[in-house]
């Protein structure tokens, strides 16, 4: 796995690898609704929060870690959200997608199932990776149809996982497997086949 940062682009998003001088002000702009982090560990809603936010995922890409980046709309140059690999391990050729946010316009539209795609297809034909994890909170129900609808298998709940606020949660584990990548591109591929909006 060469976990090196990179572009991944599509026909509605871009995925661009994050960095403070590109990013944070249009991030900070995009992430300023708290609802949006409702099922986060944390609020990251406030600039010096989104500021933090992006310095650790630079952090865990150093480490080797994480790969984060920013979701840009592709028509309009808008920074919408963010995304990330982590839970990198090249020895198990497994990683994670996750701390996956967008504007709360953004919702509903094809920019998270894009992004989604684009990185399946980077993970499963560029790295090689026979695992694709995905986890949210138990609670989330949004998330977890989410993850359905693109194909992900849930395989179970650890409870109290994490703090979410504070609070004590139990989190949801979800995947995707090489050996169902196939299935899982053509569905997608089929979702996105249609005009973008405007």
């Known amino acids: 796995m060469n976990v090196e940062p990179t572009t991944l682009d599509g026909e509605y998003v871009r995925l661009e690898p994050l960095s403070v001088e590109d990013h944070l002000d249009g ?15 944390d609020d990251y809603s406030t600039p010096d929060a989104m500021r933090a936010f992006v310095e650790e995922a630079l952090s865990a890409q150093e480490d080797g870690t994480s790969l984060p980046f920013a979701t840009v709309r592709q028509q309009t140059g808008e920074v919408i959200g963010s995304t990330r690999f982590c839970a990198i391990r090249p ?8 701390w996956t946010w967008v504007t709360p316009d953004q919702q509903r539209t094809p920019a998270n199932t894009e992004a989604k795609y684009l990185m399946l297809r980077h993970a499963f034909e560029h790295w090689d990776c026979v695992r694709v994890q995905f986890e949210t909170a138990a609670r989330n129900q949004p998330a977890r149809d989410a ?10 709940i650890l409870r109290k996982h994490m703090l979410i606020h504070g609070e004590p949660q139990d989190s949801v584990f979800c995947s995707i497997l090489d050996s169902e990548w196939d299935a899982v591109e053509a569905d ?9 909006p405007e």
């Open 27 to 41: 991030l900070q702009t995009a992430g300023a609704d708290p609802d949006i982090f409702r099922w986060f560990a």
């Open 91 to 98: 020895p198990n050729r497994s990683v994670e997608i996750g």
């Open 147 to 156: 993850l359905d609808r693109i194909g992900a298998t849930e395989e179970g």
């Open 188 to 196: 997608l591929a089929a979702k996105l086949d249609r005009p973008f």
